[in-house]
Every structure is written in structure tokens, then in C-alpha cells.
């Protein structure tokens, strides 16, 4: 089966403040990974996402995401936080022979002016 | 076109009400989704249509109905609900091939749902 930890379920951060945010998933083949953004009383927009090649993949807003095949991770960075990035990140996996995305339980990231 | 629409944005309903939420998408994608998401929580999958057949059930309530009447439409009919399936109920889309490499989804904004 497919599963995917949020290492943080809340971070708080000043902006300017550089930011990590981890994501391990659990499983034993091909995989393709995903973070999401919900700012408040809006929808999930995607970031970044990582099918194949490069490991290290930018997304929109500055934010960028490394996957480590060997860890299991994809956390996701930003150098320099600003306050407009006050929202909630999921971190999703599908794997070769799933059709479903599994999502993490989301970091609530606030970030304080 | 790259989006997914749903409407109606909020629906207010009492538990006797039946109603329906529309999610419509355009991007020639053979996979529709519906998503229950509760506040600060991650979605939660309810069913999955492909090639406009039910392919997955998440053992939800016979009160969730959904229906795909064709490839871009998507609908979920709502009888009997309760206070608790208050909750975002979002749509997605996605290519249906069988290698997940190409299954994106892409979400709408969603139905803000509230059971009286």
C-alpha cells in the first residue's frame, strides 16, 4: 500500500525565514509526487510536482522540492517565506499501479509578518 | 482550457433537502474524481469515474449518489444528509491511461456544503 507522513503538523515561521517542510512515502515501486497548497477558504492549487528525471523540481512562488529516492523524502523549500504564504501543504504520492492519490495529513504553515 | 468548474460554491441544505453538485471539465480527461474535505484535514476520496464508469467506491453512504452523464460532466446527488457531511466536497480530473506516470490530477474549487 501507498502512504505518505508529514513530518510537522504545524510550523510557524517569520518571514524572511527559510523553510523545510518534510514528506517521507512508503512505497516499494515507481512513484510519482506531489505538494498542494490550500491558503485559507480557497482550493487546492499544486506546486510542484515530480513525475521523472530530475530530482530536484521547481514549482510555483518560489518553491522548490527534492526527491531522495533512497530516503523515501520530497520535502519541500523555500529560501525566504513571505506572509502570503500562510496555508495549509499536502504532500501526495500515486504509485505505479495505484489510480489514486494518497495525500499526507497537511502541515499548517503560518507565517508572521 | 485547463480547469475544472463546480458549482454551486456553497450549498446550505436541510437533512430532508435533496440536491446536487456539478463539477464540469473540459480537457478531454476520461477520469473524474469526488473528494470530501473536512477543515484542516487532507481530501478524502469518495468515488472514482473512468470512461464514465464507477470504478472505485470508498464504502460511502448510499446518501452520496454520483452520476457521470458524459465524459466531461461529473454530478453528485445529495438526499438525507447529516450535520456531519458538512464538509468541502471537491472534483478532479485526470488522463486515464494505466501508466500513473500521466495521471495528474487537476481539482476545482469545490462546494462548501453545510447540513442544517
Known amino acids: 500500500a501507498q502512504s505518505v507522513s508529514q513530518h510537522n503538523h504545524h510550523v510557524i515561521l517569520s518571514e524572511a525565514a527559510s523553510l523545510e517542510l518534510g514528506c517521507n512515502y512508503s512505497?516499494?515501486?515507481?512513484?510519482?509526487l506531489f505538494w498542494y497548497v490550500q491558503y485559507p477558504g480557497q482550493h487546492l492549487q499544486l506546486l510542484l510536482k515530480y513525475f521523472s528525471g530530475d530530482p530536484l523540481v521547481k514549482g510555483i512562488k518560489g518553491f522548490e522540492a527534492e526527491f531522495i529516492k533512497s530516503k523515501f523524502s520530497f520535502n519541500l523549500r523555500k529560501p525566504s517565506v513571505q506572509w502570503s504564504d500562510t496555508a495549509e501543504y499536502f504532500c501526495?504520492?500515486?504509485?505505479?499501479?495505484?489510480?489514486?492519490?494518497?495525500f499526507g495529513k497537511g502541515t499548517m504553515l503560518l507565517v508572521s509578518p | 482550457d485547463t480547469e475544472v468548474t463546480q458549482t454551486p460554491k456553497h450549498l446550505v441544505m436541510g437533512m430532508t433537502n435533496k440536491k446536487s453538485l456539478k463539477c464540469e471539465q473540459h480537457?478531454?480527461?476520461?477520469?473524474m474524481y469526488w473528494y470530501k474535505q473536512k477543515a484542516k484535514k487532507p481530501p478524502e476520496l469518495m468515488f472514482v469515474?473512468?470512461?464514465?464508469?464507477?470504478?472505485i467506491n470508498e464504502s460511502v453512504p448510499s446518501r452520496f449518489s454520483p452520476e457521470c452523464p458524459n465524459s466531461s460532466l461529473l454530478n453528485l446527488h445529495l438526499h438525507a444528509l447529516q450535520p456531519e457531511d458538512s464538509a468541502l466536497y471537491l472534483c478532479?480530473?485526470?488522463?486515464?491511461?494505466?501508466?500513473?506516470?500521466?495521471?495528474?490530477?487537476?481539482f476545482g474549487p469545490g462546494t462548501r456544503l453545510t447540513v442544517l
Open positions: 478532479a480530473s485526470s488522463q486515464a491511461r494505466a501508466d500513473s506516470s500521466y495521471n495528474e490530477q487537476f
Open positions: 469515474y473512468s470512461y464514465e464508469k464507477l470504478s
Open positions: 512505497y516499494g515501486g515507481t512513484v510519482n
Open positions: 501526495a504520492v500515486i504509485g505505479s499501479g495505484y489510480s489514486t492519490l494518497t
Open positions: 480537457m478531454g480527461h476520461r477520469a
